[in-house]
């Protein structure tokens, strides 16, 4: 997989959150098939080179996963390394995030 470049790139580190000041328009986001109301109800995802200004506290990566909403594309983006990904996934397809499981 190709990497992408970030030009002119500016980058807002909130926690484990990537902030709505960068610029990621040489990024491809890649929308689920199984969104809703014609894909703007989804979450997207991109892999990016990791980069120490866009997330400090994951210098170990060699590439980052964000998560944006399809409907806030300019917002908050959650960022997870090679391990981390796999690991939410899992917990994701084990059904760990469900609404019942998460109101318990």
Partial sequence: MARPS???RTFLRLGGVIGASEDLSGVTWRKS???????ADC???AIVPADVALA?????ADELYLVRDSKNPDGPKPAFNEREWPAFIGGVK????DPTVLRD
């Fill in 6 to 8: 970030l030009p002119g």
């Fill in 33 to 39: 098939s199984r969104t809703g109301n014609g894909g």
């Fill in 43 to 45: 979450v997207e995802v």
């Fill in 56 to 60: 400090p506290h994951k210098t170990d």
């Fill in 94 to 97: 084990d059904g760990e995030f």
